[in-house]
């Protein structure tokens, strides 16, 4: 998900507030079954329901294929709901008829869910196993509702994203840390070779679009990787925790691939180093594996930078 299920588990509240959602739409469409979902361009998944018992197939938890959802036909750029009375009698729904039809849902109202910088989150809809009319007073009250939960998800994604590169901030690798299970993994502890001299000489604004395309590359190092994380410090220092348990040889070529990926820029003179340590210990804190990384790090950049080091006691 583009904002990951486990980031909204730490969320203040969010539980609470996703059921006053789902409480004030029912006040205004008393008669719909709602839902909460979060979807990214492949998935959807259904967070909460504001019923429990329904003849519709639809549970809290279930992940759908977007490809069959109804979300996927709404349009996040205009931010416009999506409305189908009957579906029974819409033209160009023939694909999902079917399917929808095995749901029991006869109509549905979707109404996007985005933060501020545009971001899709998910839906609140409305389904029912009957035709509906949904006048567009209550429709224009849902969007409010809707734009008030979307304010709040953003406050909390400052809580736990760095604001300049978007990546995981320090708060968020210590929950992370504190509150999942950790018998195993590895930190790598990243500092940037030659960042100073960008900003004196090129300015704070070419070192800030540069930190900004470092944590682009390492996303795309890592997408689709649930058990890593990248994480931002500050300045250009940078941490990306594996979850598992990686063979040395997988860190190794871990490592080559990200200094190969951060060795290469057209106006700058630039590169990283990367100190590791790998753990086996549930009991270990992160202040300590912070402080064994570092010390490796250090050892990669007085060997000569642009390289990795292993801890090792």
């Given at each position: ?18 059921d006053d959602l789902l409480d004030l739409a029912k006040?205004i469409l008393p008669e719909q079954l709602f839902y ?251 202040k300590t594996l912070l402080r064994q990384a570092d ?19």
């Open positions: 998900m583009n904002i990951q299920f486990e980031e909204l588990k730490m969320y203040t509240n969010f539980d609470d507030l996703a006040e909460l979902s979060a979807i990214d361009d492949a998935e959807q998944l259904i967070l909460k329901l504001s019923d429990d018992q329904t003849s519709m197939h639809v549970t809290e938890g279930m992940v759908v294929d977007l490809n069959y959802s109804l979300c996927r036909r709404i349009d996040f750029q205009t931010k416009q709901p999506l409305v189908y009375e009957d579906v029974t009698k819409e033209p160009n729904l023939d694909g999902m008829k079917e399917i929808l039809e095995q749901a029991n849902v006869r109509s549905y109202l979707g109404i996007p869910i985005s933060l501020t910088n545009g971001e899709k989150f998910g839906t609140l809809c409305a389904i029912n196993d009957e035709a509906s009319l949904f006048e567009s007073k209550s429709i224009e009250l849902l969007q409010r509702i809707v734009r008030l939960f979307s304010y709040y998800l953003e406050l909390e994604r400052f809580v736990w994203r760095d604001t300049l590169t978007d990546l995981y901030n320090r708060r968020y690798l210590m929950n992370r840390f504190d509150t999942q299970p950790h018998e195993v993994g590895a930190l790598f502890f990243l500092d940037l070779d030659g960042f100073k001299k960008i900003n004196d000489v090129y300015g704070h604004d070419a070192g800030d679009t540069v930190l900004q395309e470092v944590a682009r590359r390492l996303q795309s190092l890592i997408a689709g990787r649930t058990s890593v994380c990248a994480v931002r410090l500050g300045g250009d220092e940078f941490v990306l925790h594996f979850a598992c348990c990686d063979s040395q040889e997988t860190l190794v070529r871990q490592a080559d691939e990200i200094l190969s990926c951060l060795s290469k820029w057209d106006a700058y003179d630039l590169t990283a180093s990367i100190g590791i340590v790998s753990y086996k210990d549930s009991d270990i804190s992160l010390i490796a790090l250090y050892e990669a950049k007085s060997s000569g930078k642009n390289r990795y080091k292993l801890f090792n006691e």
